[in-house]
């Protein structure tokens, strides 16, 4: 599913409202005061019910004669979905939401990795050493590390030809840009050694070097979380 992209009163209502869910600020099974609502956010019926819509399509919401709107069971949320992993990131990076991204891409990358190895072509190539080279022009911008960081990945995952696989990118990048900000936005080693690592693997056609590249690639990326979460030392 496309990522949610409105703006403006009816995309703000949107995101009120999914992260009050997601805070669990609004219990699942709890009716929502449609009334209510439209007062305290203050806007129109239409713009509350076009919102609703929105969560409904994410699995967040459903509406039921006599029961009115209320929210579904977690269970039922859609969580794979790019704007639910990026609004649960915006209430604040929560770790065990850091270490389940970390448990997605240790299955994924590893095997995506693995498969590049045997299936990459020159475009392939081309496209992950384009990212590695905007990589290396992207020191001291965090910014442009996540761009660039983001366009390996995303080349990683289009070098398996498996599209299924290139479909994992709209949860893989939501995560993983959120991640980034974090990890680019403090003191952290140069990444492109570890991704070089796997491009060159790739190259070679060695599908268990690939692997390993990608897994020494990951444990990095645990590394420098780690960094933040550590607790900062007296002065």
Same mark, same amino acid.
Do not use: C
């Given at each position: 599913?496309?990522?949610?992209?409105?703006? +403006?009163?009816? /995309?703000? &209502?949107?995101?009120?409202?999914?992260?009050?869910?997601?805070? /669990?600020? =609004?219990?699942?099974?709890? &009716?929502?005061?449609?009334?209510?609502?439209?007062?305290?956010?203050? =806007?129109? !019926? &239409?713009?509350?019910?076009?919102?609703?819509? #929105?969560?409904?399509?994410? +699995?967040?919401?459903?509406?039921?004669?006599?029961?009115?709107?209320?929210?579904?069971?977690?269970?039922?949320?859609?969580?794979?979905?790019?704007?639910?992993?990026?609004?649960?990131?915006?209430?604040?990076?929560?770790?065990?939401?850091?270490?389940?991204?970390?448990?997605?891409?240790?299955?994924?990358?590893?095997?995506?990795?693995?498969?590049?190895?045997?299936?990459? =072509?020159?475009?392939?190539?081309?496209?992950?050493?384009?990212? !590695?080279?905007?990589?290396?022009?992207?020191?001291?911008?965090?910014?442009?590390?996540?761009?660039?960081? !983001?366009?390996?990945?995303?080349? $990683?995952?289009?070098? &398996?030809?498996?599209?299924?696989? #290139?479909?994992?990118?709209?949860?893989?990048?939501? /995560? !993983?840009?959120?991640?980034?900000?974090?990890?680019?936005? /403090?003191?952290?080693?140069?990444?492109?050694?570890?991704?070089?690592? #796997?491009?060159?693997?790739?190259?070679?056609?060695?599908?268990?070097?690939?692997?390993?590249?990608?897994?020494? $690639? $990951?444990?990095?990326?645990?590394?420098? =979380?780690?960094?933040?979460?550590?607790?900062?030392?007296?002065?």
């Amino acid at each position: 599913m496309a990522n949610y992209a409105g703006r +403006g009163v009816h /995309g703000q &209502t949107v995101e009120v409202i999914a992260r009050r869910i997601l805070a /669990g600020d =609004v219990a699942e099974g709890e &009716t929502l005061n449609l009334g209510a609502l439209q007062e305290e956010l203050d =806007v129109s !019926l &239409t713009v509350l019910r076009e919102a609703l819509k #929105v969560l409904s399509a994410k +699995g967040m919401v459903d509406a039921r004669q006599k029961r009115g709107t209320f929210v579904r069971p977690r269970a039922d949320w859609h969580l794979l979905d790019g704007d639910v992993i990026r609004w649960q990131f915006e209430e604040g990076a929560d770790p065990r939401l850091l270490d389940k991204l970390h448990e997605v891409r240790s299955i994924i990358e590893p095997a995506a990795a693995r498969l590049a190895a045997i299936r990459a =072509v020159d475009e392939d190539f081309s496209a992950l050493e384009q990212a !590695l080279e905007e990589m290396i022009e992207a020191r001291g911008n965090p910014a442009a590390s996540v761009a660039a960081d !983001l366009a390996f990945h995303r080349a $990683l995952l289009n070098a &398996t030809h498996n599209d299924l696989l #290139v479909r994992m990118e709209v949860v893989m990048e939501t /995560g !993983l840009a959120e991640r980034d900000r974090l990890v680019h936005g /403090g003191a952290h080693d140069d990444p492109v050694p570890s991704h070089r690592a #796997v491009v060159d693997a790739i190259r070679s056609r060695n599908e268990s070097a690939a692997e390993a590249a990608m897994r020494g $690639l $990951l444990a990095k990326a645990v590394r420098d =979380v780690e960094k933040i979460r550590a607790p900062k030392g007296p002065r």
